[in-house]
């Protein structure tokens, strides 16, 4: 069988205020089903997780309290893709796995295996790394909704350009140690996920997942508009 593929979706691709939703989470359901190789998805908390965190944190001040709030909310989107492939007819893992390994094993067994957060300390990047690492995929690919990696952040730099490759070296460079910095808080990478990446020597992907074109052309190992981040 194919190596299994691991990508992961930006809890803001799931936003229900974005137009065209709908038809997105329908079209990846195509997608998918014409792919023959497992794929393990890793779901992100977006916005439910951003509300959650901001509203419990007045009267919260614990870090790992909060990231536990985040985790809920990524597997409450996962279990939004996970019901909507299943009901697309795709061969989905029951559940919501808890863990890389118990994901893993799953994608021996299923065509699609969606999973969330695991433990606090981290976002569903490094668990997105995780996956791919255990279930020894050729490259984690992250589908956010920017179109690369920028040399700095375009919110706040206007010099900022998009680079298309990369290593993980120069990659670490602009998102810092390998740190959780604070819950819900979000750069491009999660460092703690690049740092295991430099650490497996697993390449990396980052696109811009509403053109799901973009993911389809990752998916299927073609040259993609996006960042490639190669060993090094
Ligand atoms: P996300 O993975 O959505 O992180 O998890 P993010 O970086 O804030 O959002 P994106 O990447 O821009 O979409 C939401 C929050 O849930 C907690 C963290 O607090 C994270 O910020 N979390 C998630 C964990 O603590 N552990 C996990 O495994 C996943």
């Given at each position: 069988?194919?190596?299994p593929?691991?990508?992961?979706?930006?809890?803001?691709?799931?936003?229900?205020?974005e137009?065209?939703?709908?038809?997105?989470?329908?079209?990846?359901?195509?997608?998918?089903?014409?792919c023959?190789?497992?794929?393990?998805?890793?779901?992100?908390?977006?916005?439910?997780?951003?509300?959650?965190?901001?509203?419990?944190?007045?009267?919260?001040?614990?870090?790992?309290?909060?990231?536990?709030?985040?985790?809920?909310?990524?597997?409450?989107?996962?279990?939004?893709?996970?019901?909507?492939?299943?009901?697309?007819?795709?061969?989905?893992?029951?559940?919501?796995?808890?863990?890389?390994?118990?994901?893993?094993?799953?994608?021996?067994?299923?065509?699609?295996?969606?999973?969330?957060?695991?433990?606090?300390?981290?976002?569903?990047?490094?668990?997105?790394?995780?996956?791919?690492?255990?279930?020894?995929?050729?490259?984690?690919?992250?589908?956010?909704?920017?179109?690369?990696?920028?040399?700095?952040?375009?919110?706040?730099?206007?010099d900022?350009?998009?680079?298309?490759?990369?290593?993980?070296?120069?990659?670490?460079?602009?998102?810092?140690?390998?740190?959780?910095?604070?819950?819900?808080?979000?750069?491009?990478?999660?460092?703690?996920?690049?740092?295991?990446?430099?650490?497996?020597?697993?390449?990396?992907?980052?696109?811009?997942?509403?053109?799901?074109?973009?993911?389809?052309?990752?998916?299927?190992?073609?040259?993609?508009?996006?960042?490639?981040?190669?060993v090094?």
């Amino acid at each position: 069988m194919a190596s299994p593929l691991v990508l992961a979706l930006g809890g803001s691709l799931l936003r229900p205020e974005e137009s065209e939703r709908h038809a997105w989470l329908s079209s990846l359901a195509d997608l998918l089903s014409a792919c023959n190789a497992p794929i393990g998805i890793v779901v992100g908390g977006g916005a439910p997780a951003r509300e959650a965190i901001e509203l419990a944190k007045p009267v919260l001040d614990d870090v790992a309290a909060l990231d536990e709030i985040g985790i809920a909310a990524t597997r409450l989107n996962a279990a939004i893709v996970a019901q909507i492939l299943q009901g697309a007819n795709l061969d989905v893992c029951r559940g919501i796995p808890s863990d890389v390994a118990s994901a893993a094993r799953g994608l021996e067994a299923h065509q699609v295996v969606v999973m969330g957060g695991t433990r606090p300390g981290h976002t569903t990047d490094n668990v997105a790394i995780r996956l791919a690492i255990e279930a020894k995929a050729t490259r984690c690919l992250i589908a956010t909704n920017v179109s690369h990696v920028y040399s700095a952040d375009p919110r706040l730099d206007s010099d900022a350009h998009p680079i298309e490759s990369m290593t993980l070296s120069e990659l670490q460079e602009i998102v810092g140690p390998p740190v959780h910095g604070k819950a819900g808080g979000s750069g491009v990478i999660d460092p703690i996920g690049v740092q295991a990446a430099i650490d497996n020597n697993l390449p990396l992907a980052v696109l811009d997942g509403r053109d799901l074109g973009r993911i389809a052309d990752a998916l299927a190992g073609k040259p993609f508009t996006g960042t490639r981040i190669e060993v090094g």
